[in-house]
């Protein structure tokens, strides 16, 4: 099972920091990312951590703003997200799946959602 946590109302400028445990099982050896949706929107990929660890990726609209890193432990996934934008509102989803996050039909884990709330 993975649980987010984290999200919040803030002002536009400001940081937050997500934060997925994971319970059951540890991230090594799993991809692990997040996604996001706005209201009326998709579900889209934010960040992402390849199963070996080696790769990262981040969507072209967060990148230099947001950093996705695990602990040690490879127990928690997080996100830092800072200069944070009305257009970053959204739910927040953490993922985890042995091959890829990004894979079809979609990652074997999800937790549940977080908000965030960026007010201009």
């Known amino acids: 099972q993975l649980q987010a946590s984290g999200g919040g109302l803030v002002q536009a400028g400001g940081s937050l920091r997500l934060s997925c445990a994971a319970s059951g099982f540890s991230f090594d050896g799993y991809a692990a990312g997040w996604f996001r949706q706005a209201p009326g929107s998709e579900r889209e990929g934010v960040s992402s951590?390849?199963?070996?660890?080696?790769?990262?990726y981040y969507q072209h609209s967060v990148k230099g703003r947001f950093a996705i890193s695990m602990d040690s432990a490879r127990s928690t996934l997080y996100l830092q997200m800072n200069d944070l934008k009305p257009e970053d509102t959204a739910v927040y989803y953490c993922a985890a799946d042995p091959v890829s996050v990004h894979r079809e039909p979609g990652p074997n884990y999800w937790g549940e959602g977080t908000k965030v709330t960026v007010s201009s």
């Open positions: 951590i390849s199963n070996t660890g080696n790769f990262i």
